[in-house]
């Protein structure tokens, strides 16, 4: 294993979907109670996201409202379920064959993502990745509160919280950032090579000026569940 590390975004970088809103529709076709309205008030405010405009404290606030009270280990059986159906069928081949890639060349691979870490953990090791950050969701012995834990992993924040991550393993350094998202060029600059997934127009623009790395990449299939 060398000192370096790479690190992925998540959603529209390695698999194609939106983790978060993607649950809240998993949450809804099971009549979750209170998931409707979560996922109602959450899609009013994830349109300003792609412009760099959010109020993730807000966001959050309605995404784990129907899950307050809840135990890990109740969510627990219905993330594996999630993951199985929506996030399985939606990974890039490209971008599993990269981490595989990464890893054999004993690089340290960190999955960092503005989803809640209770969804971004499990699918971490689905993906075979051994380090994640997520949005720290606040349990008080094992029953989510509701509340999260700062610095939020979005935006900026992402380089705050992978600084914060970076001071327990010294002497290693980030070689290589990927992401599909303009919400993570502070990231994209704090690495020392980039490489941007699927970009928008503005993205790609960036990534052409800054001498980046353009890919894109598919799923194996356009068939994904929505059950």
């Known amino acids: 294993m060398t000192n370096d ?3 992925f975004d998540l959603d529209n970088t390695l698999i194609e979907l939106d983790s978060g809103d993607r649950w809240l529709e998993f949450m809804v076709a099971l009549k979750i109670p209170g998931a409707t309205e979560a996922l109602t008030s ?6 300003a996201r792609g412009a760099g405009h959010i ?3 807000r966001y959050m606030y309605h995404w784990l409202k129907p899950l307050t009270g809840w135990s890990i280990n109740q969510l627990n059986p219905l993330i594996d379920t999630f993951i199985a159906r929506a996030v399985a069928p939606a990974v890039y081949q ?13 690089h340290k691979v960190l999955l960092i993502s503005a989803t809640p870490d209770i969804l971004v953990g499990p699918i971490a090791r689905f993906l075979n990745i051994n380090h994640s950050i997520g949005i ?6 094992n ?19 992978l600084k914060r991550w970076l001071d327990c393993t010294p002497d290693h350094k980030v070689i290589m950032a990927y992401s599909d998202s303009e919400n993570d060029l502070p990231l994209l600059r704090y690495a020392q090579h980039a490489c941007c ?6 993205l790609h623009s960036t990534a052409v000026q800054q001498g980046w790395q353009v890919k894109q990449w598919h799923i194996a299939s356009n068939e994904i569940s929505h059950e």
């Open 55 to 57: 109020d993730i404290e």
């Open 197 to 202: 997934i699927n970009p928008n127009p503005f």
């Open 42 to 47: 959450c899609r009013s405010i994830m349109p």
């Open 136 to 141: 720290q969701v606040e349990q008080q012995r």
């Open 5 to 7: 590390i790479v690190v």
């Open 94 to 106: 490209q971008g599993r064959a990269a981490l595989v890639n990464h890893t054999q060349r004993g």
């Open 143 to 161: 029953i989510i509160t509701g509340n999260v834990i700062p610095p939020i992993s979005f935006q900026q924040g992402k380089v705050e919280c």
